[in-house]
């Protein structure tokens, strides 16, 4: 690639500030649906929203209604024969009145959704009304004026219909049956209702001071969580769903409420509310295996060691922070190869542009040893490449071998055997391998352009001429005696875990380190966990649990032949964390954890950087991520 000119670098620079280049392809446009596109198909949950006092609202019934809230409650009090919404009565406004605010807008929906509450028919709504005034003086009104409003509510011949529920100074026991059959009651759990009592009542509520004085932090003590659990599994023998009202607003109260029995979230922030509940699809993961996935446990004989280092494998987990890795260790019930190891560092991530790096501008400081901007690929500030491990390595006479679960033209294995300012220039990285000689094999999936036909039998003839062989499996790969391989797979290949992919990576890894190895110098592997990053963009905590799971068999593989071989340092890291996950809960005897995701793109939070073989310890402590390089050439006494 020629330098480019002094304003190409300012241009260059500038774009850092401006996004990338324009991404036109259809590899570019999965990634802006990770990072941009909206989560689907959200489940209905057994917990569901309850939003309290909601006539204080900015927006009473409307923003509950657009925040899912599939429970509304109104104070009611009765003023000039109106019914209106008011938390005391100083409070009672002109026009604030349960009509207005609530009936008239939920007739209109209900028609226009078809006779439901929503427009998703598998949500319904409870309308709680909690009366401040006797029952006596309410609910002649309350009934006359629900009256034109009948078909849409539930009780009324319509199964769908919205559910309204007394609660406050509603009638006793002895008077459910005194009024129409549309009007349900708000029970309490020290009440010995009857069996004909019941079928009036809509959930069983309690005041959560009857029980605890918990904040909400960490967990009520263990007699007041035994108390809740009681009343929740008492409402659930009577097929109840059960609410506490006077509860904190929090993540952790919501998690802990749900462990204790609790089915209606009581709050005063339905959009607070419904983020969580969006999410919990999502951000929750429960391991589909009965056995834990199988962990290599090393012999330790060179760790460490000052062995001389013939073979060099770094294992890269696009996008794998210590969240991801954890969240794999709980999933495979507290084992994993990753865990295994001794001499653990910390690697800052930054690039040279504002913001978060990228994965070209943090891969090229891995391959390259020097900082550049986001959206570049193995060139310098100015633009111009810059020499690559590969290259190094060949100086020593290593072969060198570059694996990705990906597209083999993705930034983080281009930028171990191509140079270009545009990160997203496939097919110009593709034809960098043939300018080449360190690069023994490179897998992957197909670059995106030469999934055409012609361009693709027009490369393959290339690569042909350049001493490759070239297959589109990995069972062709392990069989032929090939010096040199190019691997493209085909995109059923290269799908997720989830999707079926299989041990693609970690089988890669092993045919490479057969293939490799009969060089006398030595190898060095670049192996990469591309998909980490996707569920990161995706912000889907089963995708990131099982791609490092799967990224761990490869770690596995790497840790078993740096064992039988004594003088291979195997370096395992990741280039940028994505989606700044954290663990919310966590049990590693089911494989069960709940995540959170702080964005739906890369974070400034360091990766850790794990070594095992000779010359491990040099990995330990804080370093930026350029460290990587230079410390695997020094132990290499290479320049």
Do not use: C
């Not at 300012?10 to 324009?22: E, R, Y």
Request: aromatic fraction near 10%.
């Amino acid at each position: 690639m020629k330098t480019i000119s002094i304003l190409g670098s300012a241009l260059l620079a500038m774009a850092v500030f401006t996004g990338h280049a324009q991404e036109s392809n259809n590899h570019s446009q999965h990634f802006e649906q990770l990072m941009f596109g909206e989560q689907t198909s959200l489940k209905t949950w057994k917990i569901k929203g309850h939003s309290h006092n909601d006539y204080e609202r900015d927006m009473p019934f409307w923003r509950a209604y657009h925040a899912g809230m599939e429970s509304i409650e109104v104070d009611l009090f009765m003023r000039n024969d109106s019914l209106y919404a008011a938390h005391d009565p100083s409070q009672i406004q002109q026009g604030k009145t349960l009509e207005q605010l609530y009936l008239k807008p939920l007739i209109k929906l209900f028609k226009e959704h078809g006779n439901h509450a929503f427009s998703d028919p598998g949500k319904s709504l409870q309308l709680m009304l909690d009366l401040k005034d006797s029952y006596q003086v309410i609910m002649p009104a309350l009934v006359k004026l629900l009256e034109p409003y009948t078909t849409m509510l539930y009780g009324s011949g319509n199964e769908h219909g919205i559910k309204i529920v007394l609660s406050g100074n509603m009638p006793p026991v002895d008077l459910f049956y005194a009024y129409p059959d549309y009007i349900f009651y708000d029970g309490r759990p020290d009440i010995p209702y009857s069996a004909a009592q019941l079928k009036k009542i809509a959930l069983i509520s309690a005041d959560i001071r009857s029980y605890t004085r918990w904040n909400g932090k960490g967990a009520p003590a263990g007699p007041e969580m035994a108390s809740i659990k009681a009343a929740a599994a008492q409402a659930a023998a009577q097929g109840k769903p059960f609410r506490l009202w006077g509860t904190a607003e929090s993540t952790n109260t919501w998690i802990i409420l749900e462990k204790l029995g609790v089915t209606w979230l009581n709050t005063d922030k339905p959009d607070v509310l419904q983020q969580y509940l969006h999410s919990i699809p999502y951000t929750r993961f429960q391991s589909p295996q009965e056995k834990p996935q199988a962990v290599y446990r090393p012999t330790y004989t060179s760790d460490g060691t000052a062995a001389p280092i013939r073979n060099i494998i770094l294992l890269i987990g696009d996008g794998m922070g210590l969240g991801h890795i954890q969240a794999a260790l709980i999933a495979n019930k507290g084992a994993l190869n990753m865990a295994q190891f001794r001499y653990i560092g910390f690697a800052q991530t930054a690039s040279l542009s504002p913001g978060n790096t990228d994965s070209g501008a943090a891969g090229s400081a891995i391959a390259t040893g020097q900082k550049t901007w986001n959206g570049v690929v193995s060139v310098d500030a100015q633009g111009q490449p810059l020499k690559k491990l590969p290259d190094y390595m060949l100086q020593r006479g290593k072969v060198t071998g570059i694996l990705s679960t990906g597209d083999a033209s993705d930034a983080t294995p281009a930028v171990f055997y191509a140079a270009h300012t545009d990160r997203n220039a496939s097919e110009a990285i593709t034809q960098d391998l043939l300018q080449q000689e360190a690069v023994h094999v490179l897998v992957g999936g197909i670059p995106w352009p030469y999934r055409d036909t012609a361009k693709y039998a027009a490369l393959k003839e290339a690569l042909v001429r350049k001493g490759f062989a070239v297959s589109n499996d990995l069972e062709s790969f392990g069989r032929n005696k090939a010096r040199k391989d190019v691997v493209y797979l085909p995109q059923a290949a290269i799908r997720s875990v989830k999707k079926g992919r299989g041990d693609m990576l970690s089988t890669a890894l092993k045919y490479s380190i057969s293939k490799l190895n009969q060089n006398k110098k030595g190898f060095f592997i670049m192996a990469e966990g591309a998909q980490i990053d996707y569920g990161g963009h995706a912000r889907d905590l089963s995708d990131v649990s099982m791609e490092t799971l799967d990224f761990d068999k490869a770690v596995g593989e790497a840790l078993r032949f740096a064992d039988q071989d004594k003088h291979t340092l195997v370096i395992v890291t990741a280039d940028h964390e994505t989606g700044g996950l954290t663990l919310l809960d966590a049990d590693p005897i089911r494989g069960y954890a709940q995540g959170h995701f702080a964005s739906n793109d890369h974070s400034a939070m360091m990766v850790p950087v794990m070594a095992y073989g000779p010359g491990s310890n040099t990995f330990i402590g804080f370093y930026e991520n350029t460290a990587i390089f230079h410390k695997l050439l020094a132990l290499l006494n290479l320049k």
